[in-house]
Structures are given as C-alpha cells and as structure tokens.
C-alpha cells in the first residue's frame, strides 16, 4: 500500500462500519468489456452518510469518485482508473413494497424489485430489457424498456429520491421539493449527486402475456404506422420493432421489418389489438417474467477484463419521422458480422414531469438501438458505425441515449432539445451547480 492510499484509507475509515474499503481492488470492466480499469480504492458504503464522507473526504483530496452499481453501461462510465471508486451494490436494501409503488435502496437490482412487486400483481412502470442493474444506475441513465411506450423511461416515473451532493449534503428530493436537484439528477448520469435511495411508481401487472411476432417485409410505412399505433392503445402491455438485413440485401438497404406485441393473456380475443397491416408470424402465450427477461436471456453474461467478444452498443433517441432514415443508415454502416442482431426500434412517451436531461427530442420519440457483439478487432470498425449512425439521428433533431459506446463529445449534439451527455448546456450547467468541483467522475 503506498503513501497516498494508506492516507486515503485512514481518512475513509472515520467513516466506521458503515463503509467497507478495499485498497487492493483488482482490475474490473463493465459489461461492454471495451474497457477495463484498476481504482485507487474501491469503497462499498452501507448508507447515505458512508456515501456522504467518501465525497466529502475526495473533495478535500482532489480525488474524483465514480458510483457504480452492476455496471451495466459499454462506455467505461462505470469504471476509475485512478480514483474511488463507489460500489453502491452494498446498498440492496428493497424497503417496501406498496400498492402503486415500491421504495429501494440505490443499489438494489431491478430483479428484486420485479421479482416482489409482481407477487402482489404488480410491476415497475417501466421494466428494463435486463433485470441486473441497479435502481440508481438506470434512473442515472433514463432507463428504457416494457412499458417505455407509455411511460417513457424508468427516470420519469421516479416520485422521489434520497440523493447525496459532491459537498456531502444528503437530501431528500421530489417534484414539490427540491425540483432543481430532482430533475437534474434523473438521467444525470451520476455525475451530478448519487442515489442513494428510490422511490417510484408501480402498475397492475398481467399474470402471463400472449405475444405475437408480426412481419411486414420491407414496408416500412406500414411498419412504423403500426408501430405508433400499437404504442399509443391502453390495451398493449409491450411493443417493439425489429429491422434485420433481408437475406438478399447484400448492402444493407433491403429491411425485413417486424413487431413484437405482447398483451394481457387474460383479454378476450375480441379486445385484443390486432396485427394491423402486417401478417402474424407466430403467437404464444408466455408467463410474464419470461417475457421480461427474454433480452437480457439472449444478450449474455458480463466479460472478464480482456475477455471476447464485447459489446459496443449503439443507441440514440430520434423522431418517429426520422427513424426509417436512421434504421437504413445503421443497416447500410454497421458491419455484418454485429447484424444477425437486429436494430430495435423502441417507442418511448414523453409523460408530464418527465426528467428533462435526457436526450428527447419533441413529439412522438423512438429508440433506435443495435447491440452487437464483435471481436475485439472489430470494435474500431463498429464504433465508426455507431457514429455514422449518431450523426444521421443528430441531422433529424436526435441525440445520443448514453448507454452506448458512441465517442462523446461531438458539438453537433448541441441542438436544441437533443444535446448529447455530456455536450448539452442544460448538463454543463447542473454539473458547474451541483459538482463545480467535478468529484464525481471525470478528470480534475
């Protein structure tokens, strides 16, 4: 142990039993893989004053800190090379489960939120496409998934946090109270306070869903009208669309568009919606967790530091009206081997009060989203391609969702409305309020 870590260690251990300090972490990487990086210290806290003097005691030092949780990004943003970092994983604590709602500690997985709430006929307004990050990670993020349609991301239907600020404060924020905070650190990116504790929405769940598979070919126009029709009937549980290269489009340009439907197994057939202008492929009842966790099922588990094949994922929020421009340009850009994956295409709502940080242009809103796995030889070539596909989205009044693996920092992200993170005057700003002194994440 060196001079600058045992130091570190002795101010940290003021702290007492509630915060655990490894000074030996070893090397980690996040679940993309590109990336890998050994902290100077790992801290776990155990509670919102633990989390309070670990940035109280970097600020002093001039260290930086960078939360994580199950770090599920495929950036690198999870990870310190050089700083603390802060496993907020200790903190898993589910606090209650309550009709219309639930309230977690930051680090609790998304699993065992899921997991309690749809015992009691419930589910998170939202549902990610992967149950292992934690509550605090995807609301840092925005966080979209089953139910993004209707309710936009994980980040809008937050009703309250417990949040800690760079100078140690720790404060309890919602729409009435403490707005400014509440909004900035929804799809802040953990950069501006740390989650230490969630409360959120919870809606009536369906004990199984009946799901369909619906082609439409290359009709683009028929697909996508059905697309935001489905989104916007109360009677859809999930929706989604799926563009995969046609066998006999060797350049990319010939789309094979689909839908994925799926709906309460209990409704009549004479309520069910129906397939639109598409023809069904398939259909199937399924129990409800099945369906939320068949994504996640066939993305894999996380990478050892150096291990193959990585995930440089690509995903941006853009205009409905935009999205056949930008599905054919992540079509035509992304290298063959990363597509047998399909580009997805995601409706999201915009609901009142919803977390203005994150990149959403006006009007109806799609995600459009790859995630490849590639050698690592191919992630130069890939992550070209994602930035073919970022400025299509960027030049039709989109922007980046920051879960990707797009290099960060273009200017011409600065659109009104569509700023990519951190290039956006609204998070530049919050960050010189919040966090002038840059404690979390990031080089100072």
């Excluded at 605090?136 to 309250?160: F, K, P």
């Excluded at 404060?171 to 953990?190: E, K, N, Y």
């Excluded at 009044?397 to 200017?411: K, L, V």
Aim: with cysteine; aromatic share 4%.
């Amino acid at each position: 142990m060196g001079p600058i870590v045992e130091h570190l260690a002795q101010r940290l251990a003021a702290a007492g039993t509630g915060l655990v300090v490894d000074t030996s972490p070893r090397e980690v990487t996040d679940f993309g893989g590109l990336d890998s990086a050994v902290p100077l210290v790992l801290a776990r806290p155990r509670d919102a004053e633990a989390v309070a003097h670990v940035l109280v005691v970097a600020g002093e030092l001039g260290l930086t800190v960078t939360p994580c949780g199950t770090r599920h990004s495929t950036s690198g943003a999870t990870l310190a090379s050089g700083g603390i970092l802060l496993d907020l994983t200790s903190m898993d604590r589910l606090r209650s489960v309550h009709a219309g709602g639930f309230v977690a500690d930051g680090g609790t997985p998304w699993r065992s939120v899921v997991t309690a709430a749809l015992a009691g006929g419930q589910l998170p307004a939202v549902v990610t496409n992967s149950l292992t990050p934690t509550v605090a990670g995807t609301v840092s993020t925005g966080g979209i998934g089953v139910g993004s349609h209707r309710h936009g991301t994980q980040a809008d239907t937050v009703t309250g946090l417990e949040v800690v600020t760079p100078d140690g404060a720790v404060r309890t924020v919602d729409a009435a109270s403490g707005r400014d905070l509440f909004d900035a650190v929804r799809a802040g990116q953990g950069r501006l306070a740390v989650i230490t504790k969630v409360a959120a929405a919870l809606v009536p769940a369906p004990r199984a869903v009946r799901t369909r598979l619906i082609e439409y070919g290359a009709d683009f126009g028929a697909f996508l009208a059905d697309l935001g029709a489905l989104a916007a009937d109360p009677l859809v549980f999930g929706v989604e669309g799926v563009v995969l290269r046609a066998e006999d489009g060797a350049d990319g340009a010939a789309p094979r568009c689909l839908i994925e439907l799926a709906t309460d197994a209990a409704l009549p057939a004479a309520q069910t919606p129906g397939a639109g202008r598409g023809g069904v492929l398939t259909s199937e009842h399924r129990p409800t967790m099945d369906y939320l966790t068949r994504v996640a099922d066939a993305l894999g588990p996380a990478r050892p530091p150096g291990g193959e094949p990585v995930r440089p994922w690509c995903t941006v929020l853009v205009p409905a009206a935009a999205a056949e421009a930008v599905v054919r340009t992540a079509l035509r850009a992304i290298p063959p081997q990363a597509l047998p994956n399909p580009v997805i295409v995601g409706p999201v709502g915009t609901p009142a009060g919803s977390a203005p940080l994150l990149a959403r242009p006006a009007g109806d809103v799609v995600l459009v989203a790859v995630f490849p796995s590639v050698p690592r030889d191919g992630v130069a070539r890939q992550l070209a391609a994602n930035a073919e596909v970022l400025a299509c989205a960027q030049a039709h009044g989109g922007g980046r969702y920051a879960i990707d693996s797009t290099p960060a920092g273009d200017s011409a992200g600065n659109r009104a409305g569509a700023g990519a993170w951190p290039d956006s005057a609204a998070w530049r700003a919050a960050k010189l309020r919040y966090d002038p002194a840059g404690v979390l994440g990031g080089p100072r």
